[in-house]
């Protein structure tokens, strides 16, 4: 018994990461016992309702979006005829869709690493900026930056949106208010998400605006699970801050960073949200209309939902190669690697 | 690290706790942390602050300078906003459908996570599997069938509707989170309220649910925010129905570009922002805890 015990403590640390990678099944070996009215309303409603719901409301319509993908249902019809992959060509040879999965690419490209870098970076002052004599401790009043840090998280993204889109306005805007004080008057009454140069980058900005404080106080949790002594060592050995946080810090956390990436990544792929607050039609030459919009667009203004449908199962499959390939290159680059405590 | 090599000399000498000298390379790094983290910090908090100010400007106002300060502290942007442009029912909308959502959501979430993580039957693997897939799936996919699904039992465009929606998608994450929760909690203590005599459904309710609270504790915040803060899926599924509050947010800035009222759109900008940022101050000690729950293990 306690041999079973001990595994299943051990067991137990790896579930908390996003997918468990030691969760093998634990089967714990249990003299059957009769079945009594307790027991089979205990299961029916426990598993049954909950599980009643999300297939009903989740994967019912995943699974039909599958279906209709391959339709060209209008929506309001009731016919709708098997068109094979018609939808799919019509797509990648949509040039407007096109370019929706350019800037999704180009998101998710730059989107999770500027936030990561930015946050990781923070993250470290606040933990290990203090003093290199005596207690491994962070910066003084660090909680306070990590309170405030985390406060974007709580706004809701539309109000993100709206709000910048009123800080980026040409002539009232808090923006070139602040530019134009500092004497760069070239840039009064110039529109950041009028510009086709400039509309990406400032909608970049307010998404890394909105997310850093989050992965910051994630990556604080995430050094302060790192024990002292590990650092105490690496200081006794003569490495310095930088080397500490690259050879410590950034290893010891990497399951945290991949998360991370996944979740930005998702995000970057998504971006619907932003996107519409910021510039609902697109953008100017359509620089920030992205996938999700078109989508949108497509089922609920022209009411061709199995086109639709095809472009969110083209979303669908771009989120999946893309959690693959952050969990490949983090294989390949030695995330396997134990050194997990 | 403390351990103190007694010499001749250190014992004649009174002695004094240390206190680690600072170097001047430490104070070189910290200014230039401190100075980091302060640039960051202004500018998370200089657009919130902004757009609190310019609430209680006049459009004029706001068009004449993004600095001044408004003339008279006066709310009438924020009557505007409340009872013209519908925030306040809108307010009141999502305080119901995420209320009712969350307690739902926490409930069944729990139980499923505590059948799955404590008994093993065949098909339990399978059905973990298919929550963790309802994770990386995007909504999106989802959005255009549920339209239909929705339609067809007539609660398209209605906060019930809306309301089972929330829980199903939001259903995935609380059982992914819980079920690491449950696994955790001692077999012997199941053993032990059986042997007193307890059912299934008195050990869930008397035994289990109380010992994982903070657990649903911080489960139940991050659904708060994810689901006060959803857009996509009332925009889909609740077009007409009684809007929530970031969709009437949406909208009343989509109509801004024929009747420019900025002052009132600062305004329905600061009611949605205000309150969960004052909920969030006060309980964030245990959101940050909460974080480092869920990931750090």
């Known amino acids: 018994m306690t041999s079973v015990k001990t595994q299943q403590s051990r067991n137990d640390d790896g579930l908390a990461a996003v997918v468990p990678a030691t969760a093998a099944p634990q089967v714990i070996k249990r003299r059957r016992k009769p079945l009594t009215w307790d027991k089979v309303s205990f299961f029916a409603v426990f598993l049954g309702l909950p599980l009643a719901i999300y297939l009903l409301f989740v994967i019912w319509p995943f699974i039909q979006a599958f279906g209709y993908s391959l339709t060209d249902w209008s929506g309001f019809s009731p016919n709708q005829n098997f068109i094979g992959l018609e939808n799919y060509v019509k797509i990648f040879t949509d040039d407007i869709f096109m370019k929706a999965m350019g800037n999704n690419i180009l998101l998710v490209i730059f989107l999770p690493i500027i936030t990561i870098i930015l946050s990781l970076v923070l993250a470290s002052l606040v933990t290990v900026g203090g003093s290199s004599k ?32 009123q800080i980026y306005d040409p002539s009232g805007g808090l923006l070139n208010g602040i530019l134009t004080g500092l004497g760069l008057d070239q840039f009064k009454d110039f529109a950041w998400l009028g510009d086709k140069n400039t509309a990406m980058i400032a909608t970049m900005f307010v998404i890394v605006w909105g997310f850093v404080g989050f992965y910051m106080v994630l990556f604080v949790a995430g050094i302060k699970g790192i024990p002292a002594e590990l650092f105490e060592a690496a200081r006794i050995d003569g490495a310095g801050r930088f080397r500490t946080a690259v050879s410590i810090t950034i290893p010891l956390i990497r399951d945290n960073i991949q998360t991370a990436y996944i979740y ?37 203004s022209k009411g061709q939902f199995g086109l639709a449908s095809a472009m969110g199962v083209v979303l669908a499959i771009a989120t999946l190669i893309f959690s693959g390939l952050v969990f490949v290159v983090n294989r390949l680059t030695g995330g396997d690697k134990d050194v997990s405590l | 690290m403390t351990t ?19 170097t001047k390379g430490d104070k070189v790094v910290g200014a230039v942390s401190h100075t980091a983290l302060t640039i960051w910090t202004l500018i998370v908090i200089l657009p919130l ?20 300060l408004p003339a008279q502290w006066k709310l009438d942007n924020y009557i505007k906003a409340w009872s013209e442009a519908g925030i306040g029912s809108a307010f009141l909308n999502s305080i119901i459908v995420v209320a009712v959502a969350l307690v739902i959501v926490m409930v069944l979430g729990a139980m499923c996570a505590y059948v799955l993580a404590r008994y093993t039957f065949p098909g339990s693997r399978a059905i973990y599997y298919l929550m963790l897939a309802g994770l990386t799936f995007p909504i999106f996919l989802a959005m255009v069938p549920l339209f239909f699904v929705l339609k067809n039992m007539g609660l398209l465009n209605t906060l019930p509707g809306l309301i089972l929606v929330y829980v199903g998608f939001a259903l995935p994450f609380t059982v992914f989170f819980l079920f690491s929760f449950f696994k955790s909690l001692p077999h012997e203590i199941t053993e032990a309220a059986a042997l007193d005599g307890a059912g299934e459904w ?57 009747a420019v009222d900025y002052g009132a759109l600062f305004a329905a900008v600061s009611v949605t922002v205000i309150p969960v940022l004052i909920v969030y101050v006060i309980f964030q000690r245990q959101l940050q805890g909460s974080v480092s729950q869920g990931t750090s293990k």
Request: aromatic share 16%; no cysteine; hydrophobic share 50%.
């Open chain 1, 134 to 165: 005596g207690q491994i401790k962070g910066l003084r009043n660090s909680s306070f930056y990590r309170v405030v840090s985390f406060f974007p998280y709580t706004i809701p993204a539309v109000a993100i949106g709206i709000m910048w889109g």
């Open chain 1, 264 to 300: 930005m990544g998702i995000l970057a792929l998504d971006a619907f949200v932003y996107m519409a607050a910021l510039n609902s039609g697109g953008g100017p030459d359509n620089s920030t209309l992205v996938m999700a919009q078109q989508l949108f667009f497509t089922a609920f």
């Open chain 2, 4 to 22: 103190k090599v007694s010499t001749p000399e250190m014992k004649s000498l009174h002695f004094q706790p240390r206190t680690p000298a600072t």
């Open chain 2, 49 to 68: 602050l902004w757009t609190f100010m310019s609430s209680f400007k006049t459009s004029s106002e706001i068009f004449a300078s993004p600095f001044a």
């Open chain 2, 202 to 258: 008195r050990t869930f309710f008397q035994v289990m649910l109380p010992m994982a609270k903070p657990g649903l504790a911080s489960v139940a915040i991050f659904n708060f925010l994810g689901l006060w803060n959803q857009f996509l899926i009332p925009v889909s599924i609740n077009a007409a129905g009684p809007r929530v509050l970031s969709q009437e947010l949406a909208a009343f800035a989509g109509q801004m570009g024929y």
